[in-house]
């Protein structure tokens, strides 16, 4: 076997290893200290939260029940590019929900709940993003939602997660739903941590001699519009193209990927891009 096959042997097992580990980190967050405090923050987990409240339905079973026909409905209407990795993701979280369900809360204080709940639920969800992969629920929804409705990504997973918030408070008290938002509020903040940092967005340059191939890779695994920008070497004065490309915080782990598969000894510069205005971001 060479070197590069062990290294993407390598680099598969532990997708899959930060797959797993982020849908048990997620479970234990979501088990002692969301749950117990009725912090219905958003995604499936709310709605297993409030679906207890009303009914005392079991949340593990809830969350299968919700999570495997929104996987079957993601790949049916937006093709199959969730992959196996997803579909554990999709599998693993209701199993280790189940699996801790006994386990007693760290607190009842429904404030320390939603912001270490959002804490360690976001740090769940960024090893997953981090794996390449989902954990299914409203994500999926919400990519059906743009598809057919031309809203962006984020606008849909917002709607969908405030109308969550929205029930807690009518389903238990305002104050709930308040904690909700909190909780939210929180774990996407610990996803941008864990995945990028502060910003949203990454601005990635990049200089390759294998230009061709890695335009054509980022066009094709990750469907992002790529800018050329004409540079010289500062030593040679030989013309070396630059290529800017802007991604999203799901996508930036999969960019490198991209590029240390296509071209190894590509020179690449990541900055922060704090707002980004245009086709496939947020409308002027």
Do not use: C
Not at 33 to 48: C, D, E, M, R
Not at 85 to 112: C, Q, R
């Amino acid at each position: 076997m060479t070197y590069s096959s062990q290294s993407s042997v390598k680099n598969s097992v532990m997708e899959y290893v930060f797959v797993i580990v982020g849908a048990a980190v997620i479970a234990f967050g979501f088990n002692v200290f969301l749950f117990p405090n009725q912090v219905a923050s958003g995604g499936v987990s709310g709605i297993s939260t409030i679906l207890h409240g009303i009914f005392g339905w079991n949340a593990g079973i809830v969350q299968y029940a919700f999570n495997i026909p929104l996987f079957i409905a993601g790949v049916l209407v937006l093709g199959k590019k969730f992959g196996i990795k997803s579909f554990i993701g999709t599998i693993a979280l209701p199993f280790f929900v189940i699996l801790t369900e006994s386990w007693d809360p760290w607190t009842l204080n429904p404030l320390l709940g939603a912001i270490f709940g959002g804490i360690v639920v976001g740090l769940g969800i960024g090893l997953v993003f981090k794996g390449n992969a989902s954990t299914g629920g409203t994500d999926l929804l919400a990519q059906i939602i743009t598809k057919y409705t031309g809203l962006t990504l984020g606008t849909s997973v917002l709607f969908i997660d405030g109308l969550i918030a929205v029930s807690a408070a009518i389903v238990f008290d305002l104050e709930k739903g308040l904690y909700a938002l909190i909780g939210l509020y929180v774990t996407t903040k610990t996803i941008d941590i864990v995945q990028l940092g502060f910003s949203q967005s990454k601005m990635v340059y990049i200089i390759t001699q294998k230009e061709t191939d890695v335009r054509d890779a980022i066009y094709k695994e990750i469907n992002r519009g790529i800018t050329r920008l004409p540079a010289f070497g500062g030593y040679t004065g030989e013309e070396r193209p630059v290529l800017m490309v802007v991604v999203y915080q799901t996508e930036f782990t999969r960019l490198k990927q991209v590029l240390k598969t296509v071209d190894p000894q590509a020179f690449v510069i990541v900055s922060d891009a704090y707002e980004v205005l245009g086709e496939g971001f947020k409308k002027v």
